[in-house]
């Protein structure tokens, strides 16, 4: 089978590793710690894996997919042979340089290069080393093994042909890629994530709802109907004749709301101390772990979910 | 059993006696367009009560929930002897004013009056008759039978006990109130909303990615998570140190995005009928009905999902 190799073994770098393995691809996973792939990374893919398996979520048996992951010593032996290179290694752009001069200097030439960078833009880091047009980024969700959205995003060396190619590879793993057809900071769902959290913090910090009002927007409102249909078919689906009947009665609101956002608003250290005392009220800091358990638990029941439906 | 009133029998208004009924209410349900009620009101509750039924969601028969839901000929016929009354006419404050002039007419003096408005401050309208202490908006997601989120929000004389009641009452109807501090345009449910679909159409109008990508990134990505936490608990689950933790690294990364965003973004007509025919290609005009079922069975799928996985 084809040979895919991880770079970084944190949590994206093992969740890559879960991907590529249940895909039916041999993983060569390296991480700069010594030892870390075999204590860790290796053991936290295989509860991934089981989380899986659980939820109907597998087709093979744990040990045969947790088989396919290698620990290699170096990044030359994890991207030997390699058909694909995913990069997960610390958010720091001259280590970033390094890593892939590193890759670049070892993986097959037709390898395709690929950084999990979301803070980064690729054009910063990902064009210093021969071929730089079969380098882009594959920007996953934490983690990519429960959560299929990817975004790739070429430099503006990149070739039409890498991107076509990571995104048929992103679409046989399983994964939802989508292709952005320029570089911005923060790519689209970050941007979109952070552009919502910015205006609860106005919300918030001006004292018109708290952050457990916040959350129960939308876990009770927006994101039953987000879940199933995004925010442009809940608009076109809102009326017989769709998006444009819905902008046409509902245009002077949108603008007005969005003109009234405010996304640059400066929230204090106090306001963010207050919020996280009454997060900490909800869910004590010695039990996120248990609730990191629950939450992928409800992500895998929300997926099959959706899978089941989807068949209907 | 009491009695609650639902004055206009829209899509609104008559998901609003499903929710009553169900809790029950004996409810008066009254249209300004006569013969309404008994042609497509509650014939539309019936479905709607068969669909929660056949999703696990109803504990009665439907027979018995529709029975309690009666056409009223009048204002005065619907509110007599209410306990509540919910409003849902038209968006106009000219028309609520004189519907609730003729409300506070008729109802008994100690019931809560409330209205569904999501664009009009209450203050606007909800204060211009005698005890405008027991009156206050109380804006549900369309539509309120599936959703369970309801924003409450007084007008400057609400009194705190109507409020209280009327967030006692949602509560036992089975609803998620949450309580507005002060009034703000939008309130907070399509604050959000609408802030997100503003940068979302800056970047679909300046060429980033396409509304088909923006949708994705939500049902594959963001509301995989935001369908169990909110935005405050992604970001507290994250790491071991809670909300402070996540601020602490990704503060500078929170404020660029922030202030990156273009909620003010000035969409052009042009932009909308390019977005509408995507989403044509992808729901044709003529399926929009057919997609609307899908989309109400979805969030039913996911509502009862989320009941199993709380009781875990």
């Given at each position: 089978?084809?040979?895919?190799?991880?770079?970084?073994?944190?949590?994206v770098?093992?969740?890559?590793a879960?991907?590529?393995?249940?895909?039916?691809?041999?993983?060569?996973?390296?991480?700069?710690?010594?030892?870390?792939?075999?204590r860790?990374?290796?053991?936290?893919?295989r509860?991934t894996?089981?989380?899986?398996?659980?939820?109907?979520?597998?087709?093979?048996?744990?040990?045969?997919?947790?088989?396919?992951?290698?620990?290699?010593?170096?990044?030359?032996?994890?991207?030997?042979?390699?058909?694909?290179?995913?990069?997960?290694?610390r958010e720091?752009?001259?280590?970033?340089?390094?890593?892939?001069?590193?890759?670049?200097?070892?993986?097959?030439?037709?390898?395709?290069?690929?950084?999990?960078?979301?803070?980064?833009?690729?054009?910063?880091?990902?064009?210093?080393?021969?071929?730089?047009?079969?380098?882009?980024?594959?920007?996953?969700?934490?983690p990519?093994?429960?959560?299929?959205?990817?975004e790739?995003?070429?430099?503006?060396?990149?070739s039409?042909?890498t991107?076509?190619?990571?995104?048929q590879?992103?679409t046989?793993?399983?994964?939802?890629?989508?292709?952005?057809?320029?570089e911005?900071?923060?790519?689209?769902?970050?941007?979109?994530q952070?552009?919502?959290?910015a205006?609860?913090?106005?919300?918030?910090?001006?004292?018109?709802?708290?952050?457990?009002?916040?959350?129960?927007?939308l876990?009770?409102?927006?994101?039953?109907?987000?879940?199933?249909?995004?925010?442009?078919?809940?608009a076109?689906?809102?009326?017989?004749?769709?998006?444009?009947?819905?902008?046409?009665?509902?245009?002077?609101?949108?603008?007005?709301?969005g003109?009234?956002?405010?996304?640059?608003?400066?929230?204090?250290?106090?306001?963010?101390?207050?919020?996280?005392?009454?997060?900490?009220?909800?869910?004590?800091?010695?039990?996120?772990?248990?609730?990191?358990?629950?939450?992928?638990?409800?992500?895998?029941?929300?997926?099959?979910?959706?899978?089941r439906?989807q068949?209907?």
């Amino acid at each position: 089978m084809s040979r895919v190799a991880c770079i970084g073994a944190g949590t994206v770098g093992r969740a890559w590793a879960v991907v590529f393995a249940r895909a039916g691809y041999d993983v060569g996973l390296f991480d700069a710690i010594e030892g870390e792939v075999e204590r860790t990374a290796i053991p936290g893919a295989r509860r991934t894996l089981e989380l899986l398996a659980e939820n109907g979520l597998l087709t093979e048996d744990v040990d045969t997919v947790v088989a396919r992951i290698k620990s290699a010593s170096s990044i030359a032996e994890a991207v030997t042979g390699a058909i694909f290179v995913q990069e997960s290694v610390r958010e720091d752009v001259a280590v970033k340089r390094e890593v892939f001069t590193e890759i670049a200097a070892h993986a097959p030439a037709e390898a395709i290069l690929a950084s999990s960078t979301s803070a980064i833009p690729g054009s910063e880091f990902l064009t210093g080393f021969p071929h730089p047009e079969r380098a882009l980024v594959v920007h996953p969700v934490n983690p990519p093994s429960l959560i299929p959205l990817v975004e790739l995003c070429g430099t503006g060396v990149t070739s039409p042909e890498t991107i076509a190619a990571a995104r048929q590879l992103m679409t046989d793993a399983g994964m939802r890629p989508i292709v952005l057809k320029k570089e911005i900071d923060g790519f689209i769902l970050n941007r979109l994530q952070f552009t919502l959290v910015a205006e609860a913090l106005h919300l918030v910090g001006e004292g018109y709802c708290t952050p457990e009002d916040i959350d129960a927007v939308l876990t009770d409102g927006l994101a039953l109907r987000w879940a199933s249909i995004g925010p442009f078919e809940v608009a076109h689906l809102n009326a017989p004749d769709g998006l444009q009947g819905f902008v046409d009665r509902l245009g002077p609101m949108m603008r007005q709301l969005g003109a009234a956002a405010r996304t640059d608003y400066n929230w204090t250290p106090e306001q963010i101390a207050s919020a996280h005392a009454e997060l900490s009220q909800r869910v004590p800091l010695d039990t996120i772990a248990e609730r990191q358990a629950w939450r992928d638990r409800q992500i895998l029941a929300l997926r099959q979910m959706k899978l089941r439906e989807q068949n209907v």
